[in-house]
């Protein structure tokens, strides 16, 4: 059913959502993101699935947006590349609605809007070796369509360090910032993550999706009209030169003209 992702269920009900591109560092083109949209909307629906982890093949958790994807974009008209951008949100949207348990198994590096998918999970953990950046403002674009979820979860003032700077932090770093809930060693991120699985099956699963509900509207969920607005934002970007020029140096493997 699907190619980018993956979904296996164990007896207990935990279901592992795996990005699935590993000879492309995982990169969201926008089949992963239709695919993970509707595998949001499957879990949710299964009352077979009490908790999902959301991990990922191969060395890298996620590098973001598929930089071929984000080319040919280039080359659409502004209300086609609101669209695109649309399908990141609503990617987004579904997993940060899901109403179970999403705990995030870092296994690596996760740049943009792998940054993103951090952010929307309930809980995080990653290996103590992982960089982390929200590397949108080196291509001359912004971390829009992600930016509801991330200064969510770290706060204005904490996702002022690193959201318009595009340097790269640690796992250290991403724990003060409140990506990461946990860093640990590489051979102790598999026990680290069942911990935070098991408690949840002693719980009844409709009170967990409610408690979870009730949670984001208390702390101020994404609301229909920030996640609008950044995808205008990120549509408008699009239109600027600087735009161009920063997705033109990255595939012609040259320096931007801002940072000669």
Partial sequence: MFETISIDVDARGVATLTLDRAEKHNA?????????????????????????VLAAAGRTFCAGGDLGWMRDQ?????PTRAAEAGKLATMLGALNRLPKPLIGRLQGNAFGGGVGMASV????IGVDSLKMALTE???????????????????EG???????????????????????????????LDAAVEAEVVPYLACAPGAVAAAKKLAQDLGGMASEDAVAMSIAALAARWETDEAAEGIGAFFEKRTPEWNR
């Fill in 28 to 52: 969201m083109s926008a089949q992963m993101l239709a695919e993970l949209t509707q595998a949001a909307a499957d879990l949710g629906a299964d009352d077979v699935v009490r908790v999902v």
């Fill in 74 to 78: 280039m080359g659409m008209d502004a």
């Fill in 121 to 124: 999970c309930d809980v995080a």
């Fill in 137 to 155: 403002t080196k291509l001359g674009i912004i971390p829009a369509t992600i930016g509801p979820y991330v200064i969510a979860r770290m706060g």
């Fill in 158 to 188: 904490r996702a002022r360090r690193v959201f318009m700077s595009g340097r790269v932090f640690g796992a250290t770093e991403a724990v003060d910032l409140g990506l990461l809930a946990r860093a640990v060693a590489a051979e102790e």
